[in-house]
């Protein structure tokens, strides 16, 4: 399966400045998406990222917050624009992939853990 | 439409007990549904995948789910539990028929007392 990396593992920001999240993968993959993992919550599903065209955000985030890059088929980034105390969470990369027969499955980087203050 | 409840946001066992966790799924056409397990400071990995195949579907570490449709239910169990399965583990549900956006619950945090 796809090995996927992230960077920064984790950061402390301050209220109003603006963060950029790596996300490298090992091969070349179509689909790459953006969770965000709220602090004892779920994961939440942010945007499918592809290349080259614009990303497809859920309800609920927009791309002036959010804007996504996907400049080929192995890296994306997830900025966090004039972050606020709520953004605090763990930002997780994944990708579409192939395990075995049957559905596709999502495999994840080990994640952005962001907090602000 | 689809959704998942996990039942219990914490559970714990004992070392050598027997692991179950409660998953209740909802989805309009026959879904995927997956088990996933995040260790602390990690991302997910993939526990188990069911794609109506069998509907006993055995993971890795010695997990396994059955598939039960009448019940909407795919829980996970684990016949001994060991220390190092203290993690949170994720029910996740996503319809079937190529790639499809994924639904995870809220997650279950597993604690194993010695």
């Known amino acids: 399966s796809a090995v996927i990396s992230q960077k920064p593992s984790r950061d402390i920001c301050q209220r109003g400045t603006s963060l950029t999240i790596q996300c490298q993968v090992d091969?070349?993959?179509?689909?790459m998406f953006w969770y965000r993992q709220q602090p004892g919550q779920s994961l939440t599903l942010i945007a499918t990222?592809?290349?080259?065209?614009?990303?497809?955000?859920e309800s609920g985030f927009v791309i002036d917050k959010f804007p996504i890059s996907r400049p080929n088929l192995t890296f994306s980034t997830l900025t966090v624009s004039n972050m606020s105390p709520e953004d605090s969470s763990i930002y997780l990369c994944?990708?579409?992939?192939?395990?075995?027969?049957?559905?596709?499955?999502?495999?994840f980087g080990a994640g952005s853990r962001l907090t602000v203050l | 439409a689809q959704s998942v409840t996990q039942l219990g946001s914490h559970v714990s066992v004992s070392e050598g007990a027997l692991v179950l966790l409660r998953c209740n799924y909802s989805s309009s056409v026959p879904p995927y549904l997956f088990w996933y397990v995040q260790y602390p400071n990690q991302g997910l990995q993939l526990l188990l995948k069911y794609t109506s195949a069998a509907t006993l579907v055995k993971g890795i570490n010695g997990f396994e789910a059955e598939f039960k449709k009448s019940e909407t239910s795919f829980h996970l169990t684990k016949p001994s539990a060991h220390m190092s399965d203290a993690a949170e583990y994720f029910c996740a549900v996503s319809p079937s028929g190529g790639y499809q956006k994924v639904t995870f619950g809220t997650g279950t945090k597993l604690q194993v007392i010695p």
């Open positions: 994944s990708v579409e992939d192939q395990v075995g027969s049957g559905a596709n499955v999502l495999t």
């Open positions: 990222a592809n290349q080259g065209s614009e990303a497809t955000y």
């Open positions: 091969s070349q993959v179509t689909m």
